[in-house]
């Protein structure tokens, strides 16, 4: 069975920083894309930045400067470092990752999610 784990959120003043992890686990072949959604309430979960097993980042356009993801392929963990948060990007954010596990085919998994308040 494939979980996916966040930790780091929280409360956080505007102009601050929160640092997201989430780890994969689970008897894993290899994990393509792993990063985070968030989705705030009354609107549409959203892609906030992932990461591919290449290297590869893509971010929220209003992200871009403020967020940067790294992976740690050994561990199967990867981590978002949110900076100059904003109370509007308040929202759970949930980590999210496209895996093959053993004796099965590609899927897509999502964690539980993460609370991120930012306070003005």
């Known amino acids: 069975q494939v979980l996916l784990v966040e930790s780091g959120g929280g409360l956080v003043q505007a102009g601050g920083s929160l640092r997201l992890s989430c780890v994969a686990s689970?008897?894993?072949?290899?994990?393509?894309?792993l990063g985070w959604y968030r989705q705030a309430p009354g609107k549409q979960r959203e892609l906030a930045a992932r990461?591919?097993?290449?290297?590869?980042?893509n971010y929220a356009d209003s992200e871009k400067g403020r967020f940067t993801i790294t992976r740690d392929n050994t561990k199967n963990t990867a981590y978002v470092q949110m900076n100059s948060l904003k109370p509007e990007k308040t929202a759970v954010y949930y980590c999210a990752a496209d895996i093959r596990p053993v004796g099965e085919d590609w899927n897509n998994y999502w964690g539980q999610g993460t609370q991120v308040t930012v306070s003005s």
């Open positions: 990461g591919t097993h290449a290297g590869d980042t």
């Open positions: 689970g008897t894993i072949i290899s994990i393509h894309s």
